[in-house]
């Protein structure tokens, strides 16, 4: 059973620039949360979809979107890029009380 | 003030001893506590839950008060593959989400 996917592995953008990162989650999973994990720091909670619908939002732009697709899968979209998006992006799907984090994909903005 | 705070860090031991993580946090209405680990570069990955009893898993132990808002993990006899960052995770009650605190990094060295 393959864990918590994550595309692409390592992105490299300019500010201005609009990004989209993709998670595909464990089997059976029905709900994806998305977090933004900055150098130094604990991740922080973008949003979560759950039924294909946004759920709950942490505090973040509206540049920050998303979406998710009959097949649970997610996309994170980021618009207007700025130098301080630079970070890593979890996904996690969540079964019970446990979430199961994907490998993450490092976004640089330049 | 942050909703969950740790140790700075970093904690330099040697092989073999003890060390204890501390982390607070400041909404009453949590209602899970959890201990990640994070090795470099890579996903957070559950550690183990924190129980009001306290609770052991071999050379783990995580302890909760609740009247405190207060959370800790001991590590006894460190090995060098304990080396890693610590991250103290809670969820809130009516939330599927995670807030983490910014993580305390380990070195254990031979």
């Known amino acids: 059973d393959a864990g918590v996917t994550q595309s692409p592995t390592h992105l490299i953008k300019t500010r201005g620039q609009q990004v989209t990162l993709r998670c595909s989650p464990k089997s059976g999973h029905d709900t994806v949360s998305w977090y933004q994990q900055a150098l130094g720091q604990g991740p922080q909670f973008i949003f979560q979809y759950y039924e294909e619908e946004e759920r709950q939002r942490g505090n973040f732009p509206d540049r920050f979107s998303g979406h998710q697709f009959p097949n649970y899968s997610s996309e994170l979209n980021v618009n207007a890029l700025l130098l301080g998006d630079s970070a890593l992006y979890l996904c996690?799907?969540?079964?019970?009380?446990?979430?199961?984090f994907g490998p993450g994909t490092r976004l640089t903005v330049l | 003030r942050k909703e969950v705070e740790q140790d700075p860090g970093p904690f330099n031991v040697p092989e073999g001893a003890t060390v204890a993580f501390n982390c607070t946090y400041s909404n009453s209405a949590s209602q899970s506590f959890f201990w990640y680990r994070q090795d470099c570069r890579k996903e957070p990955k559950l550690l183990m839950s924190?129980?009001?009893s306290g609770n052991e898993d071999g050379r783990f132990t995580a302890q909760l008060n609740r009247a405190s808002q207060y959370i800790s993990l001991l590590i006894r006899d460190s090995k060098l593959s304990d080396s890693a960052t610590y991250l103290c995770?809670?969820?809130?009650?009516?939330?599927?989400?995670?807030?983490f605190g910014k993580g305390t990094m380990l070195l254990v060295s031979p």
């Open positions: 995770v809670v969820n809130i009650v009516g939330y599927s989400t995670l807030t």
């Open positions: 924190v129980y009001s």
């Open positions: 996690a799907s969540r079964f019970n009380d446990e979430q199961f």
